[in-house]
Nanobody, 126 residues
Framework: EVQLVESGGGLVQAGGSLRLSCAAP????????IGWFRQAPGKEREGVSC????????YYYGSVKGRFTASSDAAKNTVYLQMNSLKSEDTGVYYC???????????????????WGQGTQVTVSS
């Protein structure tokens, strides 16, 4: 199974920025929708963003709109999540995942994502 690897997490003060990376050898990112998710302690995993494989459009969910930007670098086969104006409620473990099927729109449920990474911790201090 393909394994994605997240990196770039850390401790940052509120209002600061971090950039997360998601890399995976063995497949072409552009062929699959790639999603970013996060899970705060005691809460369910929630979607943060998704880059469509069909048209490259990027979706953002919830409170991250206007603050987070997802992008991809085809040459490096890496997807990034630039997080600005971080808030304490952004604290959690961040994951990237690949849609199970190539050439599809962003899935609407986490069940349609496979090949999850191990996650990277983001902690925002207030």
């Amino acid at each position: 199974e393909v394994q994605l690897v997240e990196s770039g997490g850390g401790l940052v003060q509120a209002g600061g920025s971090l950039r997360l990376s998601c890399a995976a050898p063995g497949f072409t990112f552009d062929d699959y929708a790639i999603g970013w998710f996060r899970q705060a302690p005691g809460k369910e995993r929630e979607g943060v963003s998704c880059i469509n494989s069909v048209d490259g459009h990027t979706y953002y969910y919830g409170s991250v709109k206007g603050r987070f930007t997802a992008s991809s670098d085809a040459a490096k086969n890496t997807v990034y999540l630039q997080m600005n104006s971080l808030k304490s409620e952004d604290t959690g473990v961040y994951y990237c995942a690949r849609a199970r099927t190539a050439g599809t729109w962003c899935p609407t449920t986490t069940l349609d994502f496979g090949s999850w990474g191990q996650g990277t911790q983001v902690t925002v201090s207030s």
